[in-house]
């Protein structure tokens, strides 16, 4: 999956990307999705209709490069980056939700910057405090990401799109396949909390697009 087609015609998978998906796809039916393990308390999430904006200017792929911090200062959210992969049961790992101001980026997929979506997760909440990506959802299209990487380099990300999804609809082929150039998924809990699963229902999702690197 690090590596897509620039096309922007309708496009099959890669080999890799394919399998991917089909995790992803697997992670999404387990319910375990993006931090939706046991959360300590509801966060009050106003319901998204989906928005988008295509006035972002998309700027050339950087050569990968793992990233090492996320800021996101519209909602004051600041986080070092981990790198994780996948639980021994295919679904997609998360940071310990103890620790519900760490965010993660998911290591199989793109880095940050490179060609295709590079994914970044975060808690919304966790043992009764609030979480790196707790206000993920006042997103709005033209709102910037910047991601610094190991390479020196930050890659600033524009908001395009904002999303609230049930975890049992979520987007699979439109969060993690190809893309034409260079851009980034954030990804939290939200939604209505069923007390009987522990979990909420519905993911919120935040999709950017390369505009600058500093």
């Known amino acids: 999956m690090d590596r897509h087609n620039r096309a922007t015609k309708p496009r099959g998978l890669s080999v890799r990307t394919k ?22 308390r509801p966060s ?6 989906p928005t988008s904006s295509a006035g972002a200017p998309a700027v050339d792929p950087l050569a990968p490069s793992d990233p090492t911090e996320i800021r996101i200062d519209k909602i004051n ?23 519900p101001q760490q965010a993660s980026w998911y290591r199989p997929g793109p880095t940050p910057g490179a060609l295709g979506p590079a994914v970044i997760l975060g808690h919304v909440n ?11 959802h006042e997103l709005k299209p033209g709102d910037q990401v910047r991601v610094n990487r190991a390479d020196g380099k930050t890659a600033v990300f524009t ?6 999804v049930p975890k049992d609809r979520f987007p699979t082929q439109e969060v993690y396949g190809d893309t034409p150039g260079a ?4 990804i939290t809990c939200g939604g209505a909390f069923n007390q009987a699963a522990r ?10 697009t390369l505009t600058s690197v500093i």
């Open 199 to 208: 979990s909420y229902v519905d993911n919120i999702i935040a999709y950017g």
């Open 159 to 164: 908001i395009t799109k904002m999303q609230q």
């Open 44 to 49: 009050a999430v106003q319901v998204l209709e």
């Open 183 to 186: 851009e980034v998924r954030l």
């Open 126 to 136: 966790g043992g009764g405090k609030d979480g790196i990506f707790a206000r993920l």
């Open 77 to 99: 959210a600041v986080s070092s980056l981990i790198p994780l992969g996948l639980n021994p049961d295919q679904t997609i790992a998360t940071a310990p939700v103890s620790e």
């Open 19 to 40: 399998i991917t998906v089909a995790l992803a796809a697997i992670a999404v039916a387990g319910g375990v999705w993006a931090g939706s393990t046991v959360f300590d």
